[in-house]
């Protein structure tokens, strides 16, 4: 069964760094979505992704956030200088299409920042 | 804007009996639920969703959930539990128009007990 793959697993890095997130999602899929889950609390949308452009965004995702699909296979997600608070489960999911498609989620990146 | 609540942290059953987890919503127009399951260090596992049709919707690993559109809930339901269902738990809701994103319940976590 296809499943969305991420790396790495887990990043460790200082703050004021720019890290990069990524992620291969389901390859007949058209729809992308950066999600993040800080420690204890509940999963938010950042990002949505489709025809190579934004779709939608959260207030989460600011100027420091940016998002990339440099090939037909990755999409990656950029933060161009952490935050102590960007610590977080980073989640991409991908959806074959929109309104009813399940949106089917990588095992996450965990990403920590000193 | 759409919600979901969760009312429970924790639900503990005893291995071989029905469970439950609760799951209310808010949102404009007739939703599109989801559940989705979190084993420890993985990815969200889609379990079943609800678009439209039958109230009752069946999904993976023997899980079903109820929508009451009178009540807003969709609670997940198995008629007999197993230790291996012992997992996070998270609804989740979209609105059905546009390339919305998920909104996510905080989670409950159930643990069966043998």
């Known amino acids: 069964e296809p499943e969305v793959t991420q790396t790495p697993s887990h990043q460790v890095t200082q703050m004021g760094q720019e890290v990069i997130l990524r992620c291969v999602p389901i390859?007949?899929?058209?729809?992308f979505y950066w999600y993040r889950q800080i420690l204890g609390q509940k999963v938010e949308f950042l990002v949505s992704?489709?025809?190579?452009?934004?779709?939608?965004k959260s207030e989460i995702f600011d100027d420091q956030f940016s998002v990339e699909r440099p090939d037909g296979s990755n999409f990656t997600l950029k933060i161009r200088s952490t935050k102590l608070e960007d610590s977080a489960m980073y989640f991409c999911?991908?959806?074959?299409?929109?309104?009813?498609?399940?949106?089917?989620f990588g095992p996450g990146t965990r990403l920590t920042v000193l | 804007a759409q919600s979901v609540a969760q009312p429970e942290d924790q639900v503990n059953v005893a291995e071989g009996n029905p469970l439950t987890v609760k799951c209310t919503y808010s949102?404009?127009?007739?939703?599109?639920l989801f559940w989705y399951v979190q084993y420890p260090n993985r990815g969200l596992q889609f379990l079943l969703k609800?678009?439209?049709?039958?109230?009752l919707v069946k999904g993976s690993y023997g899980f079903e959930a109820e929508f009451n559109k009178s009540q807003t809930s969709f609670h997940l339901k198995k008629p007999s539990a197993l230790v291996s269902d012992s997992a996070l738990y998270f609804c989740?809701?979209?609105?059905?128009?546009?390339?919305?994103?998920?909104?996510f319940g905080k989670g409950t976590r159930l643990s069966v007990i043998a």
């Open positions: 989740a809701v979209r609105e059905p128009s546009g390339n919305t994103p998920l909104v």
């Open positions: 949102v404009s127009g007739n939703p599109y």
């Open positions: 999911a991908s959806a074959r299409q929109t309104y009813t498609d399940t949106q089917y």
């Open positions: 390859s007949n899929h058209l729809y």
């Open positions: 992704f489709y025809n190579n452009e934004i779709s939608e």
């Open positions: 609800y678009i439209t049709g039958d109230n």
